[in-house]
């Protein structure tokens, strides 16, 4: 059974930092793809940053760019989501997926129950 | 960016009836769209995905249609379990985009 484990999430203040973390078992992580996606109180999903199965290849939303960097550890089964210059905006529940195969254009398939990051002025 | 316009907002129907969900995106994504179902307190769910696929365990009452920039997910019989927030998604172009979501209620 896939699983996918968020932790990380946090009360923090404006320009701070944060490090989530996404571990993952019941498949054989090396081999696929993995993606962030965040979700504002009472908004709709946004797309966060992707990286593929080898983790050479990396995609950022634009709101993100410059300020979050997304990895993976493939010898430990986990995605990390770090989080810099953190702002208001940023408060959200933040999602770990899991993409259909190695490239991280895929569909998401399976999903996390999510770890709520605050960001408070 | 690719914009991905969801519509109605909000759909009140019955269960047993027919539900038609439309996702219109702002320039072509070819057939690279993907719908979610999201409940209350849940993650998502992927339920259709490449337009017209369904995604493993997905029932038979949910379908995908549409290529291009028109798409429409159609549930053909509502069951109580069916009510909650869609989503779709393109994974056409990046970044990667999803609609601001249809929510299906009971009427």
């Known amino acids: 059974e896939v699983q996918l484990l968020e932790s990380g999430g946090v009360l923090v203040q404006t320009g701070e930092s944060l490090r989530l973390s996404c571990a993952a078992s019941g498949f054989t992580f090396r081999n696929y793809a993995m993606t962030w996606v965040r979700q504002a109180p009472g908004k709709g999903m946004e797309w966060v940053s992707g990286?593929?199965?080898?983790?050479?290849?990396?995609y950022y939303a634009d709101s993100v760019k410059g300020r979050f960097t997304i990895s993976r550890d493939n010898s430990k089964n986990t995605l990390y989501l770090q989080m810099n210059s953190l702002r208001a905006e940023d408060t959200a529940l933040y999602y770990c997926a899991k993409n259909f195969a190695d490239l991280p254009h895929q569909p998401f398939d399976y999903w996390g129950q999510g770890t709520r990051v605050t960001v408070s002025s | 960016e690719i914009v991905l316009t969801q519509s109605p907002a909000t759909l009140s129907l019955s269960p047993g009836e027919r539900a038609t969900l439309s996702c219109r995106a702002s320039q072509s994504v070819s057939s690279n769209l993907a719908w979610y179902q999201q409940k209350p307190g849940q993650a998502p769910r992927l339920l259709i995905y490449?337009?017209?696929n369904r995604a493993t365990g997905i029932p038979a009452r949910f379908s995908g249609s549409g290529s291009g920039t028109d798409f429409t997910l159609t549930i053909s019989s509502l069951e109580p379990e069916d009510f909650a927030v869609y989503y779709c998604?393109?994974?056409?172009?990046?970044?990667?985009?999803f609609g601001g979501g249809t929510k299906v209620e009971i009427k």
């Open positions: 998604q393109q994974r056409y172009k990046w970044p990667l985009t």
């Open positions: 990286i593929n199965n080898r983790g050479d290849s990396i």
């Open positions: 490449d337009a017209s």
